[in-house]
């Protein structure tokens, strides 16, 4: 199902519960990269969404979880191929 949205419910440092909209996933070198809108993000009239990148880890139970890069590199670099990504999908005609 294509057109199926996937929502996320993701803790902050502070304990703060915020809901989250997956846009994007990307592979990169074995890792997988998400990126993610607040839901409470109403479509924005120029169609530009502010998103976050998270990437999975596994914990040492070997649970997967969401985390921050930290490495401005590699940020910069899955950032890159994210705005690539969502940029081929934006029609300049309309």
Do not use: C, W
């Amino acid at each position: 199902m294509e057109n199926e949205r996937e929502f996320f419910t993701l803790t902050d440092e502070d304990g703060n519960e915020i809901e989250f909209e997956l846009i994007g996933t990307v592979d990169v070198e074995g890792v997988t990269y998400h990126a993610m809108i607040p839901a409470d993000q109403q479509g924005e009239e120029q169609g530009f969404y502010e998103y976050v990148i998270l990437k999975t880890e596994e914990d040492e139970d070997g649970e997967e979880m969401l985390v921050t890069i930290d490495d401005d590199a590699e940020f910069d670099k899955i950032a890159d191929i994210f705005d690539d990504m969502f940029s081929e999908e934006i029609d300049l005609d309309q």
